[in-house]
């Protein structure tokens, strides 16, 4: 295959003729005229070779590199010739006429690709400028109509106002404009879905429909993040009961866990997905509501018992490992079969109130038992060595 640079002529002239200093400020029309000429022939001397190119060669691999150099080549200029027309020096008819020409004849190549080796294409190539500011008018457009769609109540209209405006807020940043085919084909389908959406906000368990929406299009905005977040902690902080703001918590935990997320697409490739980053919210939440009712549940026990606790206490004995190992080990014998009896929970309300830790006098069986479910790893490690510990001290009878 004879390895020539098919855009050398459009190259040269843009970078070579324009984009160095020593182009002149007039041009005539009979210079126009033979440039126009030129441009429509090297356009079609490109059309050609692409085609015996994609002919001579055979693997798909190669087809597919070919044809995204060519993309990547083609945006490169068209950006080239939208930076070079905007100076000022440029600034006349002529010039501007022949930018003009310039643009249209790379975009008709552009399209040319992309529509006939679209097969080829990746989603991840990057659009070019033109194709991107008509994109982004139009897209803008839509969102600023959306954000002014007539809702229930005013705070209705805040919220989807919001979204709307973290969506507007990337197309209004000038340095912003390497979008992807993937980041528009992102934007095309949210704003679908938004304008499908009749009742946006129509809370159910503090999770509205435009909320469960948003998190199936994975709209992994930072900011739209942390106030999902906050609304469900201010939703659940409404529940003095802890058992009751568990119970919520779960179930809300529940309905996100049947959401089919798509992590395809997304708004920010930058940002972790938003239901990934819902997972770790929800598993922290959860932690900390256990927690706290294990402690009130501890306390309560303590206060419950009164002066014959007080006896138990003097009585108890003293275990090096912590409530959590303790846990461990006394579930294990329970599904180990070692001890018998009629239940998990009749175990640990037999033992545990009878044991003490260094730094716990009095343990609570019922917190004993359920952190036994969720322990770490390095509780599980110790609870090992013990055990060892044991097995060898066995061994020297």
């Known amino acids: 295959m004879n390895k020539m640079y098919p855009l050398e002529w459009f190259d040269s002239l843009i970078i070579n003729s324009f984009d160095a200093d020593n182009s002149s400020v007039k041009v005539s029309e009979y210079e126009l005229e033979n440039l126009n000429k030129t441009i429509v022939s090297e356009s079609k001397k490109i059309k050609i070779h692409i085609k015996y190119s994609f002919f001579e060669l055979k693997s798909k691999r190669q087809i597919r590199l070919l044809i995204r150099k060519y993309h990547s080549s083609l945006v490169f200029l068209i950006d080239r010739v939208v930076e070079i027309r905007k100076r000022e020096k440029f600034n006349t008819p002529e010039f501007l006429r022949i930018f003009d020409m310039i643009v249209n004849s790379l975009e008709d190549l552009l399209s040319f690709v992309e529509i006939r080796y679209s097969s080829f294409m990746s989603l991840d190539q990057r659009v070019s400028y033109s194709y991107f500011s008509v994109w982004k008018k139009e897209t803008l457009t839509i969102l600023k109509h959306l954000g002014k769609k007539e809702q229930n109540s005013a705070d209705h209209d805040q919220e989807l106002q919001f979204i709307t405006d973290l969506l507007a807020a990337p197309l209004h940043n000038s340095r912003n404009t390497k979008f992807t085919y993937r980041q528009i084909l992102y934007y095309r389908e949210i ?21 469960l929406m948003l998190i199936r299009m994975n ?28 119970e919520k918590l779960l179930y809300i935990c529940s309905r996100l866990s049947k959401i089919n997320a798509s992590l395809k697409l997304t708004f920010n490739p930058s940002q972790q997905n938003l239901i990934l980053f819902l997972e770790y919210w929800f598993s922290s939440e959860l932690r900390y509501v256990e927690k706290k009712a294990a402690i009130e549940m501890q306390q309560q026990t303590a206060n419950y018992a009164g002066s014959e606790f007080v006896e138990k206490a003097d009585s108890k004995l003293e275990c090096m490992l912590s409530g959590d190992q303790i846990g461990l080990i006394l579930r294990a014998t329970d599904e180990a079969r070692i001890i018998k009896a009629k239940s998990m929970n009749y175990i640990f309300k037999s033992i545990v109130p009878y044991l003490s830790t260094p730094v716990k006098r009095n343990l609570s069986y019922q917190s004993v038992r359920s952190n036994s479910y969720n322990a770490e790893e390095r509780d599980k490690e110790i609870a090992i060595e013990s055990l060892e510990k044991i097995i060898r001290k066995i061994k020297t009878y």
């Not at 304008?195 to 909320?211: A, F, N, R, W, Y």
């Open 219 to 246: 709209f992994n905005s930072r900011e739209y993040a942390e106030k999902l977040a906050a609304k469900i902690g201010c939703y659940l902080e409404g529940f003095e009961n802890l058992s009751e703001r568990l």
């Open 191 to 211: 704003i679908t879905e938004l304008q499908k959406i009749k009742h946006p906000v129509s809370e159910t368990e503090c999770i509205s429909d435009l909320d």
